[in-house]
């Protein structure tokens, strides 16, 4: 372990700023196969509901330039199941401590969620998906305008004690405002970004290539959105930010911290690459070395100096 990778959210350490994004990792035991996880900073585990999901009907995913189009819907088994099940098979494997997502479709059932989580050693920080743009009626209705931000934050922060971190999404006029309204509603930290709203269209028929017509597009393309919203934010707020979007190697990584980010999340390239995490981590350090950077926590919201 090199120390030099170390980073810290809301006072919890990290080996190293790597988390590989909610719903690109399952629950982080199924890649086990490939390495041993407990290299990663943390896992954010797959964005998990009151009530079982089956997801959207198929097809659900659209490959495009540079990203894919996904429309997944939320699958999971609901919220007991990943607790008892879910989080049962992780911790025989991984020995740290995971970034738990969690969506919602009510006020009350973000805090229901919220309330279980709270009570599992495994989870160190809670992520709010109130930004998931591909279920109907669901999460992103939240996340689109700072009062229904700032009243789920209020929510969740009232029903536990575990640092809680607001999943944003891009699909707005101004990240800003919506990221300040968590901040003053109680929020630790912000995650950023989920997907963008796309679509992609059958040539030979002209119908939508997903069964749900639109889903969340994210990929190397969408990173300089990404890098753009993470240095607004930073802007904004004084809270730790958690960089999403487009990352697929170290370089990727130093240039997303350097915008604000105290640690990233990696999401698409999980997909095309299980092995992406890994080898990100291996390259830091001779990465720091060539670009002279000491340690990587020196580095976040250089940008802004």
């Keep these: 372990m090199d120390e030099r990778l170390k980073v810290s959210l809301s006072g919890w350490q990290l080996d190293n700023p790597i988390i590989p994004a909610s719903g690109t990792f399952g629950f982080g035991y199924e890649f086990t196969e490939f390495y041993d996880i407990n290299i990663l900073g943390s896992i954010a585990t797959k964005g998990t509901t009151r009530d079982p999901r089956f997801g959207n009907p198929t097809p659900r995913i659209a490959e495009c330039e540079r990203g894919m189009i996904n429309a997944v819907g939320l ?3 609901g ?4 607790i008892s099940e ?6 025989q494997v991984y020995h740290k401590q995971v970034v738990a997502n969690v969506s919602g479709f009510s006020e009350e059932e973000y805090v229901e969620c919220a309330k279980k989580m709270d009570g599992q050693d495994i989870v160190g920080i809670l992520e709010i998906n109130i930004s998931c743009p591909n279920v109907h009626g669901g999460g992103m209705s939240f996340g689109v305008c700072p009062e229904a931000a700032a009243q789920i934050t209020s929510a969740v922060k009232a029903v536990t004690r575990k640092p809680v971190y607001i999943k944003l999404s891009p699909n707005v006029t ?4 919506i990221a300040k309204a968590c901040e003053e509603a109680g929020a630790d ?4 970004i989920n997907t963008l709203l796309g679509a992609r269209f059958d040539l ?6 997903l069964a749900n017509v639109m889903g969340g597009f994210s990929g190397p393309a969408i990173k300089p959105v990404a890098l753009r919203m993470v240095y607004q934010v930073y802007e904004a707020v004084k809270l730790p930010i958690i960089g999403i979007g487009g990352i697929a190697c170290a370089e990727d990584v130093i240039e997303m911290m350097s915008a604000g980010a105290t640690a990233v999340e990696i999401g698409a390239e999980n997909l095309r690459n299980p092995y992406v995490c890994k080898e990100i981590i291996e390259r830091l350090p001779s990465l720091m070395d060539e670009l002279k950077i000491e340690k990587l926590s020196d580095i976040i919201g250089r940008a802004h100096q």
């Design 204 to 209: 030979r028929t002209g119908k939508p290539i």
């Design 75 to 77: 699958q999971n088994p």
């Design 79 to 82: 919220i007991d199941k990943v």
């Design 86 to 91: 879910e989080f049962a098979k992780l911790r």
């Design 174 to 177: 101004d990240i800003a405002a």
């Design 189 to 192: 930290g912000i995650s950023l």
